[in-house]
């Protein structure tokens, strides 16, 4: 009888972390289309690749939706298991451990139709309004101009709001993806032809899912995801679930 006891207790402390729990609560923000957006199809495109690499280690999520601030502080907390998706910086590498990536993203400056701004002359942004929401990081060029004093910055909810700010001469310009511009154009009910966007491109940056240096089992959280979306990757199945979801946005 002894022994069968020992063998089940060896057992329980072998399993994997999430063996018992084999949920992940999530936390993400609004209006960062395509990537994620409630009224966006499964959440978004990165919440659909978020969701499709943690089944491939067979790990469900419990998605919620805050403010992308008050998300990132609950997270830190260990409120949630993790958020996504985030560029990495200096100050967040020191609270957060980060996934591998899950998308690249390259950011075009965007203005009104008829104002023309490239990201290889930032100095013709002096004196100009910046629309960027609250809780996005800054591209560092741009951050240094803010700190500068030579662009003010509009800090909104959302990407879409910036587009309509635009339209009404309230901001002069935007920075975003060209996916995720064209996401929030079409968010604000605003027509391409209306906005300018940069030929010229910041340096690519890449969008993560973080979880707290505080959770007590960070570390393994990071490692299981980062083998789902290996998995993911290496079965095709990133690059399908890309394609069906940029194919559903445009229709037949």
């Known amino acids: 009888m002894r022994g069968v006891v020992l063998c089940l207790l060896l057992a ?32 978004g495109l990165l919440t659909q690749v978020v969701q499709a690499a943690l089944a491939q280690v067979e790990v469900k999520i419990e998605l919620e ?9 609950m997270t830190l907390k260990a409120e949630y298991d993790a958020t996504f998706p985030y560029v990495y910086t200096d100050e967040r590498g020191q609270n ?19 104002e023309v701004y490239e990201v290889s002359d930032l100095a013709a942004l002096t004196g100009k309004r910046l629309c960027y929401p609250l809780g996005w990081q800054l591209p560092a060029a741009i951050e240094q101009m803010i700190e500068q004093g030579l662009l003010t910055r509009h800090s ?5 709001q910036c587009a309509r700010l635009l339209l009404l001469n309230r901001d002069d310009v935007f920075v975003a993806d060209g996916m995720i511009g064209a996401g929030a154009l079409s968010q604000a009910g605003a027509s391409p032809s209306q906005f300018h966007r940069s030929q010229s491109t910041f340096p690519s940056t890449s969008l993560h899912l973080l979880v707290s240096r505080q959770h007590p089992r960070a570390e393994k959280l990071i490692a299981l995801f980062n083998r789902g979306l290996a998995s993911l990757r290496t079965s095709n199945q990133y690059e399908q679930l890309v394609i069906n979801y940029l194919n559903a946005q445009t229709g037949p």
Do not use: K
């Open 156 to 160: 909104p909810i959302g990407l879409p």
């Open 65 to 73: 939706w805050h403010p992308w601030n008050r998300g990132m502080q």
């Open 12 to 43: 329980c402390l072998c399993r994997p972390a999430l063996a018992s729990a084999e949920t992940m609560r999530l936390v993400t923000g609004d209006d960062y289309a395509p990537f994620t957006g409630q009224q966006l199809s499964g959440g």
């Open 96 to 114: 957060y451990l980060y996934s591998e990536p899950l998308a690249v993203i390259e950011q075009h400056l965007f203005s009104r139709a008829g």
